[in-house]
Structure formats: C-alpha cells, structure tokens
C-alpha cells in the first residue's frame, strides 16, 4: 500500500511568497502531524490533528504558519510572507490510532512522508 | 527545542564493524524511539524502548535505556554500506501527550 506522500519535493520561493505544502497521509490514519527539520537538525513538531481536528498549534513558529486538514485525511501547511528562517524540509507523519493528549499514552508509530524541501532566497 | 542530543554528531566506520550511538536527553520519559533518515527520504522507525526496558534488540539492533542516566545507546552490528544514514533517538514524555521530541542525529557513513 502507498505510504505518506507530500507535495511538492522541492520548492524554492522568494522571500515575500506565500507557499503551499500537501501531505496525503496513510489511508484511515487518525493522526497527522507536521514537523520542520532545519538543516542539521532533527524534526522540530509543529502541529497535530486528530481527523479533522487540529488539536495542537504549540510548535507553529509564528502567525504566518497555518494547517489544515478539512475533510480529515490530507492536509496542507501554508506559510504566509516566506522568510529566508523558513528554510527548511517540513515533514508530515501519520498514525492509524489517536494520540491521547493530556494524559499518558502508549505510543503510536508514526511513518513519515519523504518531506518537501523549501528554499527561501 | 531539541530534548535528545546524540554522540557522536557523525561516525565512519567499515563495513563489517559495529556502530554505537549514544543518546542523552533531559526530562522524564515513557519511551524512547530511535528513527533512521535516508539522504532526502523522511524517517523510518527503528525500534522503541519503554521506559521500565533496559535492552531490546530487532535484528542487528540493540537499543540499550539507562533511565538513571538519562541515556540510551543504539547498536548497528556488522554494519553494511546500506547502514548510512543519519539516526535520530526521540523521547516521550511521561508528563503527558506523545509528541515526540527529537534530537540532532547522528550521521553515520559505512564504507563498502
């Protein structure tokens, strides 16, 4: 079966743009969260839906960051008046079952996409 | 921020020869995951430790949690070419939602 996808692979905007990344989560994945990798790093969480649900923004860096997943399975990450900070892969995971927030959990796997990278000039 | 912190940042080594990356990280923790990353692919689950393990093993792998120390360390056995890649340990939290925290990796070069 497909794995997590994203779209596109590469993008390259000039300062100033606004962009647009597409996750396609496993099919039947409760979870989707997006994560931003600088170079070097390791993925940073940005933010977690649950279906349609966005349940957690703590890791949004700024108002310019917006997720959505309206219909509860793909999702899309828009950044609003890139910056060259933006730089960086934006990964996207899935999970089949729910993330217990708030309380302990045990831990669902989650299998990322290959990740779009974006170039700020 | 990043909770993990890998040791060493990078490693190369033979093909045939063990690798061992350590891992430290700050606060407590219900598990413990090691994730590997291929040059421009996204990150492939390893292996999870829980917190009440101390050893684990997945074909070539053995994981290792010391959780008085704050530590675990990841063992690749006679490595292959295949083997390059960067690995990243991720934390739990046992304070409450499974977000996983990352550290900075470790880039691990096998020479064929």
């Avoid at chain 1, 997943?69 to 793909?74: D, L, Q």
């Avoid at chain 2, 430790?49 to 360390?73: F, W």
Wanted: glycine residues 10%; aromatic residues 8%.
């Amino acid at each position: 079966g497909a794995g997590v996808s994203q779209s596109p692979r590469y993008k390259v905007a000039k300062r100033g743009q606004d962009v647009a990344l597409r996750c396609d989560p496993i099919s039947g994945h409760v979870s989707l969260f997006w994560y931003q990798q600088a170079l070097g790093q390791g993925p940073e969480f940005l933010t977690y839906f649950q279906n349609e649900a966005q349940l957690d923004k703590s890791g949004l860096p700024s108002d310019r960051f917006f997720a959505e997943r309206p219909e509860g399975s793909v999702s899309t990450l828009k950044i609003q008046r890139t910056q060259q900070e933006d730089s960086a892969v934006y990964l996207c995971a899935s999970s089949l079952s729910p993330t217990a927030l708030g309380r302990r959990s045990s831990y669902n796997e989650q299998f990322f996409g290959p990740g779009t990278r974006l170039t700020v000039l | 921020s990043q909770q993990g912190e890998e040791d060493p940042q990078a490693l190369s080594i033979q093909e045939g020869e063990n690798a061992t990356m350590n891992c430290s990280y700050k606060t407590s923790i219900n598990n413990l995951q090691w994730y590997r990353q291929n040059s421009g692919r996204g990150l492939v689950h390893l292996i999870l430790i829980r917190s009440n393990e101390r050893e684990k093993h997945s074909g070539r792998l053995r994981v290792t949690l010391d959780t008085s120390k704050k530590s675990s360390s990841l063992l690749i056995t006679a490595s292959r070419a295949a083997d390059t890649a960067s690995y990243f340990c991720a934390t739990g939290s046992s304070g409450g939602s499974y977000i996983p925290t990352f550290g900075r990796g470790t880039s691990l070069i096998v020479h064929p």
